[in-house]
Each structure stands twice: as structure tokens, then as C-alpha cells.
């Protein structure tokens, strides 16, 4: 850690936010190559009903996602306020606390998946043409549970010490392990999304090795020993307060994926399957701009716990500046490129029109969608439970969920489509409300003191 002190104390905000930022996006670059190469090898097979499956089941995928971040985005916010104070040996019991936590509740996790499978294959809105599919993948989902939650957690673990490049090699480690087999897998061995399923878990396996070989090579300041294990002195609170918001988040978008598939599945396969496409190409916009902001977490972490207000608020403002600039630049690429990014995944002409109709769509928010997960990021990196929680639930909750029934009534398929876009402007204007009522705080309590 001691060679992470200049960075997030003196060194220039620009070189600070670029040094912790950078790898992270890296991370979310290669994260959005693994999902398009995943959905573009499924594409290869020519079967649009496989894609289709695949979208629906990607919300169950993402619940166990979210619950390692439960772990991961808890953990990195809490150690790097205790690292802040000076305090490592707190940092080593949350580190611990987060190893142990991420297994036991993956097993559990997948015991519960495998059990229940019938239950969640109808929740999920299967139909007859997905449900052999949808059930092959998430089969094998549910097995690699454990290794899926422990390696979400552990690559932002990492980044709470300021790690981020050793978080960045490890989820490289774990994607292209995972890009390598799918080809493989996919098409080689003719195995499908049952290859796709097996090729997401090895690459999580991989990941896994190599995070925990960082600790047992003891080149972190913090702890996977059991000996430092605890969740007494509120070491338990101060990851879930904010890890529980934070995974409510993904678990929100789970649930707001599966409503949308099933309101799209109201008008058939297809636009399942398009939309499935259309939102693979948007992470490009989206994953881009959150591994900026959850980069500079723990430099918005580490300052506020060092009570540092007036570098803590130039890194929001700077951040701020590079999300809107580099949001307006990705927005345009992807309305420019929009029919090409969707022929790239399959080549039906029904979902490649429906394709294009959703990519413009999305990108809507496109410039400005940075600034929601700035706010957010500031917000679970202060340790504030209950701002954090009142975003997270907005944007894939109590604004999507609503629009999506609201606007499919008013505008049918159109208004479907449009859902997104309207839930992230009302996410972004509430956010921003929240975020300059905990500065407006923080610059009365600078001053009182």
C-alpha cells in the first residue's frame, strides 16, 4: 500500500484518476469483448432461437455477478477507507471476510440453481423453442457459481488497495481464457451455448487461480487466511451496507432484463433475440464508462476517509468531465457503426432490422449515462448506505420496471424499446440532486471545522 500512498494523496488528479482508471476500463473492454464474442460464436451457428436463449438466460448470470460484487464493490469501498485511516488490520480482516463469504455463498448459490432450475427457467421466460438451450447453459452456470462470485469480488478487491493493474491481469486471465475456448467449444466441438456456458466457467476458474495467487505470493497488504477471518467490529455491516446496494444494482438489472425479455417475448423470438444483440453492442457504451468511475472509488474512498474534501471533490469534477467527453464520442461510433455491430452477431435480416431500431435507442443516454455512475461510484466510495441504495434501486427498478409496462402499453413494441433511455434520465437527475446534497454536507462540515 505504501507505494500506492502518493497516488492517492499527492499525485496530480489527472495521473491519479488515469493511473486507477485506465486498468479498470481495460477490465470492462475486455469484459465486453468476451460478452459480444460469446453472443458472435453463438451468432456462427446460425440458430437465432440459441441467441435468443442465451439473452434470456444472462440475467441469472448477472444475479451471480452481483452478489460477488456484494462482496467485491462492499469490500473495496470499506478497505480503501480503512487503508485511508491507517488502519490495515481492519483492511485484512474485510479482505478475509470477502474471500470466505464470496465461496460459501457461491455454493450455496449453486446448490439452490441446480435445485430450482425448472422454477427459474420459467421465470425467465423460456419458451419452448429456448428452453432446451436455456437450460444447458445455465446448468453449467450454476456449477462454476462459486468461481463466477469469488473472482467478481476479488477484482475489485484489488482495485480497494489501489491493485488496479493486477486486477486488470486477472480479469484478462479469466476473458481471454474464456474468448480462447469459445470458438473451441461453440463451434469446434458443436457443443453451443452448453460450450459458451463451460468456456465462461473455466475462464472464472482461471481468474480465480490467479487472484489467489497474488495473495498467497503475498503481494498484497491484504488477506485470503482464514486466520484473519472476522465479522465482529462491524466488519460484516461495513461491507454489506454498501455491497448490498451495490448488488441490488445488478440483481435489479436481472430483474429488469427478465421483464423486458418477457415484454419483448409478447411480440416474439426475434426481438428477444435483437435486443439480446443490441445490448451486447451498448456495453461498449455503458461498461466503459462504470470502469472509469469504479476506478476512482477508492481514490474517492481513500480521500474521504483521510478527510481530504478538496481533493476528493477535483477528482468527481475531472472524472465528470472525461465520462461526458468520452460518453458523446462512444455514442456517436455506435449510432455510426449500428448496422454493422449487429450483422457482425448473426446474420438474420427480421433481427438485424429490429437490431438497428435498438442500438439508436439505447445510445440515447449515451453521453450522459457517466455521470449516474460517477454519482453512484462517489456515493458507495463515502460509505453511504442510504444514497447508494436510493440510486440503485432507481434506474433498474422503481423508473425501468414501471416504464417498461407504462411505455409498452402507450407505444407497444416501440415504447419497449424506449424504456431504457427515459429510466436513465430520471436515474441521472436524481443522482445528481443526491451527490451535490452530500457535497453541499461535506462543505459544512469542512467549515465548522
Known amino acids: ?219 498484497s497488504s491484504l488477506s485470503i487466511h482464514i486466520k484473519d477471518f472476522s465479522i465482529g467490529n462491524r466488519i460484516a455491516s461495513s461491507v454489506t451496507s454498501i455491497g448490498i446496494p451495490a448488488s441490488l444494482n445488478n440483481i435489479l438489472m436481472s430483474c429488469a432484463n427478465i421483464i423486458l425479455n418477457l415484454a419483448l417475448a409478447g411480440y416474439g423470438d426475434t426481438p428477444v433475440a435483437a435486443m439480446g444483440v443490441a445490448m451486447k453492442s451498448n456495453m461498449l457504451v455503458v461498461l466503459l464508462q462504470i470502469g472509469l468511475c469504479a476506478g476512482i472509488q477508492p481514490l474517492i474512498g481513500y480521500n474521504y476517509g483521510a478527510k481530504n474534501k478538496e481533493r476528493l471533490m477535483n477528482v468527481f469534477k475531472f472524472t465528470g468531465l472525461c465520462t461526458i467527453v468520452m460518453g458523446t464520442v462512444l455514442t456517436i461510433a455506435m449510432v455510426i457503426a449500428r448496422q454493422f455491430l449487429i450483422q457482425a452477431f448473426i446474420d438474420d435480416p427480421e433481427v438485424i432490422a429490429y437490431g438497428i431500431r435498438m442500438v439508436i435507442a439505447l445510445q440515447i443516454s449515451g453521453p450522459l449515462i457517466g455521470i449516474l455512475f460517477l454519482c453512484i461510484n462517489t456515493i458507495q466510495g463515502m460509505g453511504k448506505a442510504l444514497p447508494s441504495l436510493i440510486l440503485t434501486i432507481c434506474r433498474q427498478g422503481l423508473v425501468f420496471i414501471p416504464s417498461v409496462f407504462i411505455l409498452d402499453r402507450l407505444f407497444s413494441l416501440d415504447g419497449v424499446i424506449y424504456a431504457q433511455p427515459v429510466a436513465d434520465y430520471l436515474s441521472i437527475i436524481l443522482s445528481v440532486f443526491l451527490c451535490l446534497g452530500l457535497f453541499k454536507k461535506i462543505e459544512q462540515q469542512t467549515s465548522k471545522n
Open 1 to 219: 500500500m505504501n507505494t500506492n500512498k502518493y497516488l492517492f494523496e499527492e499525485a496530480p488528479v489527472s495521473k491519479a484518476v488515469a493511473t486507477m482508471a485506465i486498468p479498470t476500463m481495460i477490465s470492462m473492454l475486455v469484459v465486453v469483448i468476451y460478452n459480444m464474442a460469446d453472443t458472435f460464436f453463438i451468432g456462427q451457428t446460425g440458430d437465432s432461437m440459441q441467441v435468443a436463449a442465451v439473452s434470456l438466460a444472462t440475467p441469472v448470470f448477472m444475479v451471480f455477478m452481483a452478489l460477488g460484487n456484494l462482496f467485491g464493490i462492499g469490500g473495496s469501498s470499506a478497505i480503501s477507507r480503512a487503508l485511508g485511516e491507517k488502519n490495515t488490520t481492519r483492511a485484512k480482516q474485510i479482505s478475509s471476510f470477502c474471500c470466505y463469504g464470496s465461496l460459501g455463498l457461491g455454493i450455496i448459490m449453486a446448490a439452490l440453481s441446480l435445485l430450482g432450475m425448472d422454477f427459474i427457467l420459467k421465470i425467465i421466460g423460456a419458451s419452448e423453442n429456448t428452453i432446451g438451450y436455456a437450460r444447458e447453459y445455465l446448468s453449467y452456470i450454476a456449477f462454476g457459481a462459486p468461481f463466477i462470485m469469488f473472482a467478481t469480488a476479488f477484482g475489485n478487491i484489488l482495485r480497494g488497495e489501489g491493485a488496479s493493474k493486477e486486477s486488470m491481469i486477472g480479469n484478462l486471465i479469466g476473458t481471454v481464457t474464456n474468448i480462447v475456448l469459445d470458438p473451441v467449444m461453440i463451434l469446434l466441438f458443436g457443443w453451443g451455448v452448453a460450450g459458451a456456458a463451460i468456456a465462461t466457467v473455466i475462464g472464472n476458474i482461471a481468474a480465480s487461480a490467479f487472484y489467489t495467487g497474488y495473495f498467497l505470493m503475498k503481494k
